[in-house]
């Protein structure tokens, strides 16, 4: 059975420090991992599609990089307004067009 | 260009009541999935419709149907509602014909059950 796990559960930042939240997994058939960044009371917003080890992608001070086994979503010098929750899912070929989510990071950016 | 939207934003019914929430998706995409999040939890899949029929299902009982329109909006139906069907149902939008995969989500209905 697909599995997805995230961790920390919950991160507290202070403005400017750099750190990285984790996405392991276990799936068969690997068909892309997806991060989403969600605020309180709303949808998840699309932040990156990975598709291969070895892929990395990045959008202002985040950075997602994919290895066999896991992901990592690096914050280089985050702002107070970088705090969300955000999620990791995965899509598998053993489980067809769904995502599996993970629990998700709860992230606070303090000024 | 619109985003996927849904409706109504906030839901309050009782137990064994039912429910009809609705999502378009985003403009070009003609595939929709539903998840049901509840608190601190991950969105989890309830069932994918493309072309008018559900594709895929997820683990949840039949008392969850759904429907997609020939415009591709669709709905989510739940019968008979129970206190554990409390949470957030997100509606996502993906296209087939995409060269990737991503599904776009919605802002959500917040259904609660008393």
């Known amino acids: 059975e697909d599995q997805v796990t995230q961790s920390p559960e919950a991160l507290r930042l202070q403005e400017g420090e750099s750190s990285s939240l984790n996405c392991s997994y276990t799936?068969?058939?690997?068909?892309?991992l997806f991060w989403y960044r969600q605020d309180p009371g709303k949808g998840p917003e699309f932040l990156f599609t990975?598709?291969?080890a070895g892929e990395e992608k990045e959008k202002e001070r985040l950075k997602a990089t994919l290895t066999k086994k896991e992901s990592f979503l690096h914050i280089t010098a985050p702002k107070p307004e970088d705090s969300a929750t955000y999620l990791c899912?995965?899509?598998?070929?053993?489980?067809?067009?769904?995502?599996?989510f993970g629990k998700g990071t709860s992230l606070l950016v303090t000024p | 260009d619109a985003g996927v939207t849904q409706s109504p934003t906030h839901l309050i019914k009782t137990r064994g009541q039912q429910v009809t929430l609705r999502c378009s998706p985003k403009?070009?995409?003609?595939?929709v999935s539903w998840y049901q999040q509840a608190l601190g939890q991950g969105p989890q899949f309830i069932f994918q419709?493309?072309?008018?029929?559900?594709?895929q299902r997820g683990n949840f009982p039949d008392r969850f149907s759904g429907h997609q329109f020939p415009n591709y909006s669709s709905e989510l139906n739940v019968n008979a509602l129970l206190l554990g069907d409390s949470a957030l149902y997100l509606c996502?939008?993906?296209?087939?014909?995409?060269?990737?995969?991503?599904?776009?989500f919605g802002p959500g209905t917040r259904l609660t059950v008393l």
């Open positions: 403009s070009g995409h003609d595939t």
């Open positions: 899912a995965v899509q598998a070929g053993g489980s067809g067009y769904a995502l599996n």
């Open positions: 419709y493309y072309e008018e029929e559900e594709r």
């Open positions: 990975l598709y291969s």
């Open positions: 799936v068969s058939g690997l068909r892309g």
């Open positions: 996502a939008s993906s296209s087939v014909g995409g060269v990737y995969n991503e599904q776009f």
